[in-house]
């Protein structure tokens, strides 16, 4: 069955360091996203990715990078990670004939 | 700026009681608005409303769409304790991303 698969599950690094968080999906999915959910925000987009070498930044994109060298993989990079970004992180994909997105199962990040 | 508001933020009921969930839009190239329902996992996908005043159903839950009005109404009828959720709303647009509300809390007591 086809599915989106983010690793790791759950991640706790330190200030000022590097991380990236995978997505991987077998939807064969040509939109994919990456979302940050925190307690009275719901869903905030960070950025999303229409195709392979596209990419493109979402309301709350600062200090997030994003790569796309395949359709089935995009990474999120936090290239010094603060402590505003302890959240938890949510990989999307979808077809884009509809707008419904599947999304996975997460990963909770704290930095300290 | 675009934006989606659902109310209320949390909601108390017990079993048996029906419950209308509330979500209004303000979004550019608005093309479809969506539910999900989030328990302590990823959301899972609930509707997809596209056109005014058609009612989508399934089971115990039902959503329409008023695209004059801006808004979306989920009920839920006869709810159980697995009820128990957040629930998203969020409003689709034609560049295939969507804005998401902050969601309704949803606790239904035995």
């Known amino acids: 069955d086809a599915e989106i698969t983010q690793s790791p599950r759950h991640k706790i690094t330190e200030t000022g360091r590097q991380v990236t968080l995978a997505c991987h999906q077998t939807?064969?999915?040509?939109?994919m996203f990456w979302y940050r959910q925190d307690l009275g925000h719901g869903l905030r987009l960070i950025h999303y990715?229409?195709?392979?070498?596209?990419?493109n930044k979402g309301e709350v994109s600062d200090g997030y990078s994003v790569s796309r060298s395949n359709t089935e993989d995009l990474p999120l990079t936090l290239e010094s990670a603060a402590s505003s970004q302890t959240s938890v992180y949510f990989c999307?994909?979808?077809?884009?004939?509809?707008?419904?997105?599947?999304f996975g199962p997460g990963t909770r990040l704290t930095v300290l | 700026e675009d934006k989606v508001v659902q109310s209320p933020l949390s909601l108390v009921v017990h079993e048996g009681d029906t419950v209308t969930l509330n979500c209004s839009y303000e979004?550019?190239?608005?093309?479809?608005l969506l539910w999900y329902k989030q328990e302590k996992k990823a959301p899972t996908f609930l509707f997809m409303l596209?056109?005014?005043?058609i009612e989508k159903k399934s089971g115990r839950l039902s959503s329409i769409l008023d695209k004059k009005e801006l808004f979306s109404i989920l009920n839920i009828t006869a709810t159980q304790t697995g009820d128990s959720a957040i629930y998203l709303c969020?409003?689709?647009?034609?560049?295939?991303?969507?804005?998401f509300g902050a969601g309704t809390r949803l606790t239904v007591k035995p």
């Open positions: 999307a994909s979808s077809s884009g004939t509809y707008n419904e997105q599947f």
């Open positions: 969020a409003a689709g647009r034609g560049n295939n991303d969507m804005r």
């Open positions: 979004v550019t190239n608005f093309r479809s």
């Open positions: 990715s229409y195709g392979v070498q596209d990419t």
């Open positions: 596209t056109s005014s005043g």
């Open positions: 939807w064969n999915h040509n939109n």
